[in-house]
Nanobody, 116 residues
């Protein structure tokens, strides 16, 4: 089992920045892939960015150049630095971890609201 807890969400004006954190606990040594996803009201959950154990990152086109995903393995924490935020970035942001064997785990989500 892996437990994930997100933090760092909030309300920010357009053009502002936020940094989300996702703290992992439990069988963290089994994690090989982590990612950030978001879900806006009335929309399906969508991928934002991912990072694997080798440090390879992947971003949705809508956030490339604005968001940066990173991991601090010593702290078992993943981050999402979000710059130049726009109202369309408003959503609940979730972190996900995938472990060897294929099971995945989700956090409870953190709300990000960007006002114009």
């Amino acid at each position: 089992q892996v437990q994930l807890v997100e933090s760092g969400g909030g309300t920010v004006q357009s053009g502002g920045s936020l940094k989300l954190s996702c703290a992992a606990s439990g069988r963290v040594f089994q994690i090989y892939f982590m990612g950030w996803y978001r879900q806006a009201p009335g929309y399906e959950r969508e991928l934002v960015a991912t990072i694997n154990n080798g440090g390879t990152t992947n971003y949705d086109d809508s956030v490339k150049g604005r968001f940066t995903i990173s991991r601090d393995n010593a702290k078992d924490t993943m981050y999402l630095q979000m710059n130049s935020l726009q109202p369309e970035d408003t959503a609940v942001y979730y972190c996900k971890a995938v472990v060897y064997g294929g099971s995945d785990y989700w956090g409870q989500g953190t709300q990000v609201t960007v006002t114009s």
